[in-house]
């Protein structure tokens, strides 16, 4: 059975995934106004089951926007109508011949955490990109941490800014528990780590695909949905960045992925 990233669905969620149940409510606690709907819909995200956390908004279930994101200037980008294809943000980390990121992880999240971390680097250090990773204990550039308490969300990240990557994903470690497995949680945190450095979903035309029910199309977007070149038209049903997954599933990078992260970086 495939699984949601919202943890308001209360079953084997996991949480990097855009996907929310058709039939779950509105949120009314902290209220977003309409204005904030209407400017997230307005730049290519899913304006449904929006949720206004410190310093902005969380939608999809596990992007974060800021208040300057909604009301900066938005570039229009022509987009390639198709199922499920490889989709970048207009904004990625600027590197030059080759740049190194550094990542640290909060003592706030259990010590077994630091594996999957260390699987992350070794995944995408493998694909020998002008980008490199490292964990350091100091200095980063990109802090897993954990998630606040009753975070309705398993991770969350969100898109570069200013050429940096975003610089925190938040891990939901109450839920996901002190060992929920290395390879199953390196797949949720390279995904979430592949957000900070600027990719949205796999199946942006069609969350349906990865998350089942009914056709979820994220929206016309005037940013941050840039179809990546040589990623396929058709299901790519072992993506890292599909924006569900099975309870436990280990999802690697597959070839398209391969093609998307040479492609950028």
């Known amino acids: 059975m495939r699984r949601l990233f919202a943890l308001a669905a209360l079953a084997a969620v996991f949480g990097f995934s855009s996907c929310q149940q058709e039939e779950e409510e509105a949120i009314t606690q902290n209220e977003v106004s309409a204005d904030a709907l209407s400017q997230i819909a307005a730049m290519g995200f899913s304006n449904h089951n929006v949720q206004r956390m410190e ?7 596990d992007i974060m926007l800021s208040e300057s994101d909604l009301s900066g200037y938005h570039e229009q980008k022509a987009l390639r109508v198709g199922e499920s ?28 955490y630091v594996a999957a971390i260390d699987e992350v680097i070794r995944r ?23 998630a606040p308490s009753g975070a309705s969300y398993l991770a969350s990240a969100g898109f570069p800014s200013g050429g940096n990557p975003y610089n925190k994903v938040q891990v939901n470690s109450a839920y996901l528990g002190s060992n929920p497995g290395t390879s199953y949680l390196a797949t949720i945190l390279a995904h979430e780590l ?19 029910g009914g056709y979820t199309n994220e929206g ?25 997954i099975g309870t436990g599933q280990n999802r690697p990078f597959n070839s398209n992925d391969r093609v998307a992260l040479n492609y950028l970086y």
């Open 55 to 61: 310093g902005g908004y969380l939608v999809e279930g």
């Open 194 to 212: 592949g957000h900070c450095i600027g990719f949205r979903h796999t199946d942006y035309m069609d969350r349906s695909y990865s998350c089942g």
């Open 220 to 244: 016309a977007s005037t940013v941050g949905a840039v179809y990546i070149p040589g990623t396929p038209s058709g299901p790519d049903p072992t993506s890292w960045m599909l924006a569900c």
């Open 85 to 112: 294809e490889q989709y970048r943000t207009n904004n990625l980390v600027s590197v030059g011949t080759t740049r190194t990121i550094d990542i640290a992880i909060s003592t706030s999240l259990p010590s077994s």
């Open 124 to 146: 995408y250090n493998a694909e020998n990109l002008k980008l490199n990773f490292r964990r350091v204990s100091s200095g980063y550039d990109v802090l897993f941490t954990k």
